[in-house]
């Protein structure tokens, strides 16, 4: 069992920076995937990025490619989304996710445990 609760969420102008935090319970972590999704109001979850057990690989949708950062501290349970350069249309509620053998990063029902999420809003 993998409890996820997400922080760092806020109100932002546009071409201004979030880093989200999300923090994992139990001693398993380390053994999972993990992924950040955003669903904004009237739309379906989308995938935002993804990381490898070990920190090593990442996947980014194009919409974020370059502009924001997936990263994670084993030791610390944690795993970070570093937003820059943020626009209006990145206003969502933003969650983490872990899962323990995806076939894919991007699909949201290959994840096992999910946050509560964290809401960003980025003013125009």
């Known amino acids: 069992q993998v409890q996820l609760v997400e922080s760092g969420g806020g109100l932002v102008q546009a071409g201004g920076s979030l880093s989200l935090s999300c923090a994992a319970s139990?001693?398993?972590?380390?053994?999972?995937?993990m992924g950040w999704f955003r669903q904004a109001p009237g739309k379906e979850r989308e995938f935002v990025a993804a990381?490898?057990?070990?920190?090593?690989?990442?996947d980014y949708a194009d919409s974020v490619q370059g502009r924001f950062t997936i990263s994670r501290d084993n030791a610390k349970n944690t795993v970070y989304l570093q937003m820059n350069s943020l626009k209006p249309e990145d206003t969502a509620v933003y969650y983490c996710?872990?899962?323990?053998?995806?076939?894919?990063?991007?699909?949201?029902?290959?994840?096992?445990?999910w946050g509560q999420g964290t809401q960003v809003t980025v003013s125009s």
């Open positions: 996710a872990a899962t323990a053998a995806p076939s894919s990063w991007v699909i949201t029902t290959e994840y096992d445990y």
């Open positions: 139990g001693r398993t972590f380390s053994s999972y995937a």
């Open positions: 990381t490898s057990w070990s920190g090593v690989g990442t």
